[in-house]
C-alpha cells in the first residue's frame, strides 16, 4: 500500500508541476510578434518557419502563405494581421514576401504602395524568392529569368529545384551546401540601394531587376538570435 501512495503522490506532484509550467508559460511576455504573409504557400513560409526555430521563445513569427498575390495578398495580410488583433496577439510588424514574377507591373507597384500606406513592410523580390537564396552562393547583377535562376540552384544542390525544391528544408540546404548568408546580405543590399536608386529617379519599381529585400526580414530575425 505504501508503494501505492508514493506513486500516486508522485503522479500528483508532477500534475502540479505541469500546471505550474503551464501557467508560467501564459504569463511569458512576448518580446515581438511578426505577421509573415507570403505570396507563396510553401517555399518562403518554410523558409521562415525555420528561422524561427533559431529563435528565443518570447520572439513570435506567424508565416503564412496563401498562394495569393499582389493587391490580394496585401488585403490577406490585413485580414490576418485583423484577426491577430481580435484574439488579443497585435503583430508588431506585418511583412509582405513578393514576387514579381511575370505580374502586370502595374498590379506589383499598386500593391507595394497599398502596403507602404497600411504601415506594412516589405520584403520583395523581382524577380523571384529564389533570388535570395542563390545571392548566399554568387554575385548576381544583371537581370535574370525565373527559369535561369532554378537552373542555377539546381546546379548548385544536385536536384531539379522546380521538382524538388518545394520539399526540402530550404535554410537547412542553404547551410549544408556551404551559402554564406552574410554574404548574401551584403549582395542583396547592393542590389536594393541600386533599385531604391532607380526608383527615385523615376524607374517603377516592377522594372528593377534584379532586386530582392528579403535580407531586410533576415536581419531583423537574426537580431534576436542569442547564438548567430
Given amino acids: 500500500m505504501a508503494q501505492k501512495g508514493k506513486v500516486a503522490g508522485s503522479k500528483k506532484a508532477l500534475r502540479e508541476k505541469a500546471k505550474k509550467q503551464k501557467r508560467g508559460y501564459r504569463r511569458m511576455e512576448i518580446r515581438k510578434r511578426y505577421l509573415i504573409a507570403c505570396e507563396g504557400q510553401e517555399t518562403e513560409p518554410n523558409y521562415f518557419a525555420e528561422i524561427k526555430n533559431q529563435l528565443p521563445r518570447d520572439i513570435v513569427v506567424v508565416p503564412k ?88 540552384l539546381s546546379a548548385i544542390f544536385g536536384f531539379n529545384y522546380v521538382r524538388e525544391g518545394k520539399n526540402k528544408n530550404l535554410f537547412q540546404l542553404i547551410r549544408e551546401y556551404g551559402g554564406d548568408e552574410e554574404l548574401a546580405i551584403q549582395r542583396a543590399e547592393r542590389l536594393w540601394l541600386q533599385a531604391k536608386e532607380d526608383h527615385d529617379e523615376g524607374t517603377p519599381y516592377s522594372s528593377t531587376n534584379p532586386a530582392t529585400g528579403i535580407h531586410k526580414l533576415v536581419q531583423k530575425l537574426n537580431s534576436h538570435r542569442s547564438v548567430k
Wanted: with cysteine.
Fill in 65 to 152: 502563405g496563401d498562394g495569393r498575390n499582389t493587391l490580394s495578398l496585401v488585403k490577406w495580410a490585413e485580414q490576418e494581421d485583423n484577426k491577430l488583433k481580435a484574439s488579443d496577439q497585435e503583430a508588431d510588424e506585418v511583412w509582405i514576401v513578393m514576387d514579381r514574377d511575370s505580374f502586370e507591373s502595374h498590379h506589383f507597384d499598386n500593391a507595394i504602395k497599398s502596403a507602404e500606406a497600411k504601415g506594412f513592410e516589405l520584403a520583395w523580390s523581382n524577380e523571384c524568392f529564389e533570388l535570395w537564396v542563390l545571392l548566399h552562393f554568387e554575385e548576381i547583377s544583371v537581370s535574370l529569368p525565373r527559369e535561369a535562376i532554378y537552373q542555377k
